[in-house]
Every structure is written in C-alpha cells, then in structure tokens.
C-alpha cells in the first residue's frame, strides 16, 4: 500500500515556475514508479510525465517536454515536478500517481495503482 501527498501548487503568471512534491508513504516506494497526470476542468485526466524506479526512465506528454523536469529522491521517499516557462494551458489540478512501470503510467490513468488527491496549478495570463 502507499498513500501519496502532493503539495506546491498555487498561483503563478504565464512564464513562471512552481515545482510540484509528492511525499509516499509506504515500504515498498522505491518499487514503484511514478508519475504526473492533470485534470483541467471538464476535460479528462491526462498523463503529464513518469519516472521509473530507478529514475534512468522519464517520459513527458509533448505539450510539456522541454518545460517540465521529473525526478525522485527514493531515500525521501519523494517525487517531483518542476515546471517552468508556465503556460494558461497548463491550469489543472495535478495528481501524483504510482504504477508498476513508466510505460504503464504514460498509457494513461488506467496504469496508475495508486493516486494522491491532487493540488490545483493555476496560471494567470
């Protein structure tokens, strides 16, 4: 079992950064891979970025390669997301996810075992 909790969204203008932490609790986080997924409103949920368990693996959705940067700290039991150069577009709440594999979690959310229960990003224009 691993509980996950997110913290660091808030409200920022277009081009500036905020970084995302989910904090898990639970023996088995480093056997895990993890990940980011967003849900705007009345849109569906959508894979942002994973990370594998070693973190040699990361995968981005397209629209935020090159903005975002995924990493972990297995000894913190932590995840991140640090976002930069921020668009309107990417206004959601953003949950953390865990699942048996990158590849698994960048199928979408039916590769997610386990949730967090998501902090809202919301970025001016």
């Known amino acids: 079992q691993v509980q996950l909790v997110e913290s660091g969204g808030g409200l920022v203008q277009t081009g500036g950064s905020l970084r995302l932490s989910c904090a898990a609790s639970?023996?088995?986080?480093?056997?895990?891979?993890m990940g980011w997924f967003r849900q705007a409103p009345g849109k569906e949920r959508e894979f942002v970025a994973a990370?594998?368990?070693?973190?040699?693996?990361?995968y981005y959705t397209d629209s935020v390669n090159g903005r975002f940067t995924i990493s972990r700290d297995n000894a913190k039991k932590t995840v991140y997301l640090q976002m930069n150069s921020l668009k309107p577009e990417d206004t959601a709440v953003y949950y953390c996810?865990?699942?048996?594999?990158?590849?698994?979690?960048?199928w979408g959310p039916g590769g997610v075992d386990y949730w967090g229960k998501g902090t809202l990003v919301t970025v001016s224009s």
């Open positions: 639970g023996r088995t986080f480093s056997r895990y891979a």
């Open positions: 996810a865990a699942g048996p594999g990158a590849i698994n979690l960048r």
């Open positions: 990370i594998s368990w070693s973190g040699g693996t990361t």
